[in-house]
C-alpha cells in the first residue's frame, strides 16, 4: 500500500512529451524517508504510518524527540508527519520510504507553504479592480467604503482589505507525476507546487485516507 512521503522542492522546468509538446513540471526530492512509529486501532484508536524526513545532528533535537526515534532505531531526523492508513501491514519500524512507491501518471495531492509576500494591498491580495485612470479620479487603489452604514455601524468581520499575504499552508490536489527518477529520489510532477525552492513538501496519493 502506497502512504505519503516527505520532500524537498528543488525548482520548476520543462519537459518534452512523445508529441514535442512542452509540459511545465516542478522537481522534487522525494526522500528516502524512515518509519519511525506504526499506529494501530488497539495502541492508539487509529491507524496510521509517522515518517521522519532529513537528517539532523542529535544536538539539534531535545531529548523527548531522540527517545521517540530511538524507538524505530531512526537516525535523528528534522521532520516528523503521518498519514492515516486502513491498514498496517506491510510496514515496520525502521523501514525506509522512498519515490519508487509511486507509478507514473499517478495522481498526489502535494501541501506546503506559499511564498510569503509581506503585507500587500487590496488589489493584489484579493485580486480587486482598480479604479478610474481618468483625470479627476482620486480613487486609483484605494479600497473604498468598508463601512456598510448607520446600522450596524461596524465593519463585518473577514472584510476583504490589505494585509499579510502568502506564507501559509496550501494544498494543490490531483497533480500528476509525469516522470520518476528512483535512482536519485525525485519525482517529476506536471505543473506548479506551493512553496519556494528548499520549501518542505508532503507528496501523498489523490485517494489516502486521512
Do not use: W
Given at each position: 500500500m502506497s502512504i505519503g512521503i516527505?520532500?524537498?522542492?528543488?525548482?520548476?522546468?520543462?519537459?518534452?512529451?512523445?508529441?514535442?509538446?512542452?509540459?511545465?513540471?516542478?522537481v522534487v526530492q522525494a526522500g528516502p524517508c524512515t518509519v519511525t512509529q506504526v499506529k494501530t486501532e488497539q495502541t492508539d484508536g487509529y491507524t496510521a504510518i509517522q515518517i521522519g524526513y532529513k537528517e539532523v545532528r542529535e544536538k539539534a533535537l531535545t531529548k523527548p524527540e531522540l527517545g521517540h526515534l530511538a524507538k524505530s532505531e531512526a537516525n535523528p531526523v528534522r521532520h516528523l508527519k503521518e498519514y492515516r492508513v486502513d491498514a498496517t501491514e506491510g510496514f515496520e519500524l525502521g523501514q525506509s520510504v522512498t519515490a519508487d512507491q509511486f507509478e507514473q501518471g499517478q495522481l498526489v495531492d502535494v501541501t506546503?507553504?506559499?511564498?510569503?509576500?509581506?503585507?500587500?494591498?487590496?488589489q493584489k491580495r484579493h485580486n480587486f479592480h482598480r479604479g478610474p485612470m481618468s483625470h479627476g479620479s482620486k480613487n486609483h487603489r484605494l479600497p473604498g467604503s468598508i463601512g456598510p452604514g448607520t446600522t450596524p455601524g461596524r465593519v463585518y468581520p473577514g472584510k476583504k482589505m490589505a494585509g499579510r499575504l502568502g506564507g501559509k499552508q496550501v494544498t494543490t490536489r490531483k497533480l500528476q507525476v509525469v516522470r520518476i527518477d528512483v535512482e536519485n529520489n525525485l519525482l517529476i510532477i506536471k505543473g506548479s507546487i506551493p512553496g519556494k525552492p528548499g520549501s518542505l513538501l508532503s507528496i501523498a496519493p489523490t485517494n489516502l485516507v486521512g
Amino acid at each position: 500500500m502506497s502512504i505519503g512521503i516527505l520532500g524537498t522542492k528543488l525548482g520548476m522546468t520543462q519537459i518534452f512529451d512523445d508529441d514535442g509538446n512542452a509540459v511545465p513540471v516542478t522537481v522534487v526530492q522525494a526522500g528516502p524517508c524512515t518509519v519511525t512509529q506504526v499506529k494501530t486501532e488497539q495502541t492508539d484508536g487509529y491507524t496510521a504510518i509517522q515518517i521522519g524526513y532529513k537528517e539532523v545532528r542529535e544536538k539539534a533535537l531535545t531529548k523527548p524527540e531522540l527517545g521517540h526515534l530511538a524507538k524505530s532505531e531512526a537516525n535523528p531526523v528534522r521532520h516528523l508527519k503521518e498519514y492515516r492508513v486502513d491498514a498496517t501491514e506491510g510496514f515496520e519500524l525502521g523501514q525506509s520510504v522512498t519515490a519508487d512507491q509511486f507509478e507514473q501518471g499517478q495522481l498526489v495531492d502535494v501541501t506546503g507553504t506559499s511564498i510569503g509576500r509581506g503585507f500587500a494591498g487590496n488589489q493584489k491580495r484579493h485580486n480587486f479592480h482598480r479604479g478610474p485612470m481618468s483625470h479627476g479620479s482620486k480613487n486609483h487603489r484605494l479600497p473604498g467604503s468598508i463601512g456598510p452604514g448607520t446600522t450596524p455601524g461596524r465593519v463585518y468581520p473577514g472584510k476583504k482589505m490589505a494585509g499579510r499575504l502568502g506564507g501559509k499552508q496550501v494544498t494543490t490536489r490531483k497533480l500528476q507525476v509525469v516522470r520518476i527518477d528512483v535512482e536519485n529520489n525525485l519525482l517529476i510532477i506536471k505543473g506548479s507546487i506551493p512553496g519556494k525552492p528548499g520549501s518542505l513538501l508532503s507528496i501523498a496519493p489523490t485517494n489516502l485516507v486521512g
